[in-house]
């Protein structure tokens, strides 16, 4: 069988490549990373990450949601796209399954991961890319950085204020008074700490928040509704 270092002969090739980039196991061994992934994931070197488990950088729920992701796609050996928030950012992780080996007998997977908006014309991710994955996962356990101490309801607020929508359009979309909606923006931000409405729209765009909110089952409408109701385009 051949050993993790001969599987990634080229890792190199991941070092300065603008991915985070991780070999790991079924029990979540990471049997290698790259530097990105290091520090965005386990706030460590990686030569200090190399040979340990996951569960010694991400507390649950997230270890056990990723651990399954990990497990699944060993075991299906498929191809699998996954749409993240960690560290505050939208993330896509391509889990690409690796032939048994040494260092792990039962297999293993090579995950790619970037940030989303960096996305668009990587044949990786994009277009071709996705076609190849057979798999797609939307997590939903995340790490959401300075948008943490948000309640879901926060959340779903800001994701559609972030649209570029207005107080009253946010409170039509999701049948609450104007004053209600004024509420949980100032609690938003006595939250996060941030006041600025442009600099809480950029933290929810980085995250990504409306897409993922709505690919999860959030209470977050259809923005495109609005199109439907003429005296709200006014408002």
Same mark, same amino acid.
């Given at each position: 069988?051949?050993?993790?270092?001969d599987?990634?002969a080229?890792?190199?090739?991941?070092?300065?490549?603008?991915?985070?980039?991780f070999?790991?196991?079924?029990?979540?061994?990471?049997l290698?990373?790259?530097?990105?992934?290091?520090?965005?994931?386990?706030?460590?070197?990686? !030569? $200090?990450?190399? +040979?340990?488990? #996951?569960?010694?950088?991400?507390? =649950? %729920? @997230? /270890?056990?949601?990723?651990?399954?992701i990990?497990?699944?796609?060993?075991?299906?050996?498929?191809?699998?796209?996954?749409?993240?928030?960690?560290?505050?950012?939208?993330?896509?992780?391509?889990?690409?399954?690796?032939?048994?080996?040494? !260092? $792990?007998?039962? +297999?293993?997977? #090579?995950?790619?991961t970037?940030? =989303? %908006? @960096? /996305?668009?014309?990587?044949?990786?991710?994009?277009g071709?890319?996705?076609?190849?994955?057979?798999?797609?996962?939307?997590?939903?356990?995340?790490?959401?950085?300075?948008?943490?101490?948000?309640?879901?309801?926060?959340?779903?607020?800001l994701?559609?204020?972030?649209?570029?929508l207005?107080?009253?359009?946010?409170? =039509?979309?999701?049948?609450r008074?104007?004053k209600?909606?004024?509420?949980?923006?100032?609690?938003?931000?006595?939250?996060?700490?941030?006041a600025?409405?442009?600099?809480?729209?950029?933290?929810?765009?980085?995250?990504?928040?409306y897409d993922?909110?709505?690919?999860?089952?959030?209470?977050?409408?259809?923005?495109?509704d609005?199109?439907?109701?003429?005296?709200l385009?006014?408002?």
């Amino acid at each position: 069988m051949k050993t993790i270092s001969d599987v990634l002969a080229n890792h190199e090739l991941f070092a300065d490549a603008g991915v985070a980039a991780f070999c790991a196991d079924a029990q979540g061994r990471l049997l290698w990373v790259n530097d990105m992934f290091s520090r965005l994931y386990c706030k460590a070197p990686a !030569d $200090a990450v190399r +040979g340990r488990s #996951l569960s010694e950088f991400i507390q =649950e %729920p @997230a /270890l056990q949601e990723r651990l399954e992701i990990l497990r699944s796609s060993i075991l299906a050996r498929e191809r699998t796209l996954v749409y993240d928030i960690w560290g505050g950012t939208a993330l896509q992780t391509v889990l690409t399954p690796l032939a048994p080996h040494d !260092d $792990a007998p039962d +297999g293993c997977v #090579l995950g790619i991961t970037r940030r =989303e %908006p @960096a /996305l668009v014309d990587d044949p990786v991710f994009a277009g071709e890319g996705q076609r190849r994955a057979s798999r797609v996962i939307r997590t939903r356990t995340w790490d959401l950085g300075v948008l943490a101490p948000l309640s879901r309801r926060e959340l779903e607020i800001l994701a559609l204020l972030s649209e570029g929508l207005s107080n009253a359009q946010v409170a =039509e979309l999701v049948h609450r008074t104007v004053k209600t909606v004024e509420f949980h923006r100032a609690s938003i931000s006595a939250k996060t700490g941030i006041a600025s409405r442009v600099r809480l729209a950029r933290a929810a765009q980085q995250a990504g928040l409306y897409d993922r909110l709505r690919g999860v089952g959030y209470r977050v409408p259809d923005i495109a509704d609005l199109d439907k109701d003429p005296d709200l385009q006014a408002v």
